[in-house]
């Protein structure tokens, strides 16, 4: 199996460029400005409903920014399917694996822990299960791989692979968080970064793995679409 992402399974520069500049807009303004919008309707979206529209106009920005990336990471899937299906049921064990004993390890530490964020997608499914569905299984692993190990993790690679894996998995875990940092204790914090750990180790392992980024984005729609389904 490969070790190396090749150049043609990486952004290039236009793309790279673009993607880091709408990432730092998905973060800072975007979901203020959706909710102001919002406010302003006269029958104001649920919550639901309002996320899903981030979704969408995420998924779309990751289109048409990552057109070529997706492009060559299609072709290279299918040029050699065998890596793809070796890197997307070993990562999915692995990660399952690292997440039984990391989620030992929290339960130990602090056993009355709760991830908020998995709380408020359950609440939202409650609402439109549907919506939920589509956009946790569908739209969130392409946008979220685009930018999470296309861009931050593979633009880290080529000078340090324990950076690209440091830096991606922290940055990963952190947004998963970052809106509910008020709602937990510092301890809280650190056993919901450790959660999501697991999860950014192996999705940047597999993209190496099977030289496309289809490789993390089948684990991450796979992970997800468990999760739902094991709540319902």
Avoid at 48 to 70: D, G, H, P, T, W
Avoid at 169 to 175: D, G, K, R, S, W
Avoid at 191 to 210: D, H, R
Wanted: glycine share 4%; aromatic share 12%; net charge positive.
């Amino acid at each position: 199996m490969r070790k190396n992402i090749s150049a043609r399974s990486c952004p290039n520069s236009q793309e790279t460029v673009s993607g880091f500049c709408y990432l730092a807009f998905q973060l800072l303004l975007l979901p203020e400005l959706l909710t102001m919008l919002n406010a302003r309707l006269s029958s104001p979206l649920r919550e639901s409903e309002l996320n899903f529209v981030f979704y969408m106009i995420n998924f779309l920005a990751v289109l048409l920014i990552f057109r070529e990336f997706l492009s060559s990471g299609a072709q290279q899937a299918t040029r050699h399917p065998a890596y793809l299906c070796q890197a997307v049921i070993l990562g999915l064990a692995a990660y399952y694996a690292c997440r039984f004993a990391t989620e030992w390890v929290i339960r130990l530490l602090v056993p009355s822990f709760s991830n908020y964020n998995d709380a408020a997608i359950a609440a939202m499914g409650r609402e439109n299960r549907l919506l939920v569905i589509i956009g946790t299984v569908l739209l969130v692993p392409t946008v979220e791989e685009c930018f999470y190990r296309g861009l931050i993790f593979r633009n880290l690679y080529g000078k340090s692979r324990w950076a690209a894996y440091l830096v991606s998995m922290v940055a990963f875990a952190l947004i998963h968080i970052l809106g509910y940092v008020g709602q937990y204790t510092p301890l809280e914090i650190l056993m919901a970064v450790l959660q999501y750990l697991p999860a950014g180790l192996c999705l940047a392992w597999s993209y190496t793995k099977a030289d496309t980024i289809f490789a993390p984005i089948a684990i991450h729609a796979g992970v997800n679409f468990i999760t739902l389904t094991a709540r319902r």
